[in-house]
C-alpha cells in the first residue's frame, strides 16, 4: 500500500513539474502575414490559464494579432523567426491599451527570439485620422506594447526585440 501511495504522490509531481506545450498553428494561427490572428492566440491563452498554465509557442513566421489579454500562468514563446505585426487600424485594439497587457494577473511571460513590429506610426496616423473625424474621443491613448497593471511576476524576455515605428526606423527598442 506504501508503494502505490508513494507511486502515485510520484506521478502527480512529475506531472505538475512539466507545464503545458501549445503551439500556436495547432490552434489555427496562420503565419502568413495577412490572416488577423488575434481571436486564435486570445483563445489558446485562453484555455492554456483555464487549464492550469503552461507556454503558447509561436514559431516563424509573420503573425498579424491586435491586442491579447495575457492570462495567468501563461507564457508566450516568440521563437526565432517569428514576427508579430501589429495592425494599423485603431479598432484592432478593441480599447486595450496594448498589445500584450495583463490586469490583475500572475505569473505571465513573452519569453524567446521573436520580434514585435509595432507599425506605431501608421497606428498613430489612423488614430488621429479616427480623433479628426469625431469617432474616437480627443484623449483616446495610443496603444503601447506592453502593459502590465497589478501584475505579480510578469516579464518581458531580454531576447524579445520591439519594432516600433516601422515606417521611420528600423532599430530595434525594448
Known amino acids: 500500500m506504501k508503494r502505490i501511495i508513494a507511486i502515485t504522490l510520484g506521478i502527480m509531481i512529475a506531472m505538475q513539474s512539466f507545464a503545458a506545450d501549445y503551439l500556436a498553428t495547432v490552434w489555427g494561427a496562420k503565419s502568413d ?9 486570445q483563445k489558446a491563452v485562453d484555455f492554456i490559464s483555464e487549464h492550469g498554465g503552461g507556454t503558447l509557442s509561436i ?3 509573420r503573425y498579424v494579432m491586435g491586442a491579447i489579454e495575457l492570462k495567468s500562468n501563461v507564457t508566450i514563446h516568440l521563437g526565432e523567426g517569428c514576427v508579430i505585426v ?13 498589445i500584450f497587457w495583463a ?7 513573452i519569453e ?3 520580434v514585435i513590429e509595432c507599425r506605431f506610426a501608421g497606428l498613430e496616423a489612423n488614430l488621429n485620422g479616427q480623433k479628426a473625424k469625431g469617432y ?3 484623449d483616446t491613448p495610443l496603444p503601447t506594447v506592453f502593459k502590465f497593471d497589478n501584475c505579480t ?13 516601422t515606417a ?5 527598442n525594448k
Open 86 to 98: 501589429a495592425p494599423t487600424n485603431i479598432y484592432a485594439y478593441k480599447g486595450a491599451p496594448a
Open 103 to 109: 490586469k490583475d494577473q500572475q505569473n505571465i511571460a
Open 153 to 165: 511576476n510578469a516579464t518581458v524576455g531580454e531576447e524579445i526585440k520591439t519594432l516600433r515605428n
Open 59 to 61: 514559431y516563424v513566421g
Open 112 to 114: 524567446g527570439k521573436g
Open 33 to 41: 502575414g495577412i490572416t488577423d490572428n488575434t481571436g486564435t492566440i
Open 168 to 172: 521611420a526606423s528600423t532599430q530595434y
Open 136 to 138: 474616437l474621443p480627443a
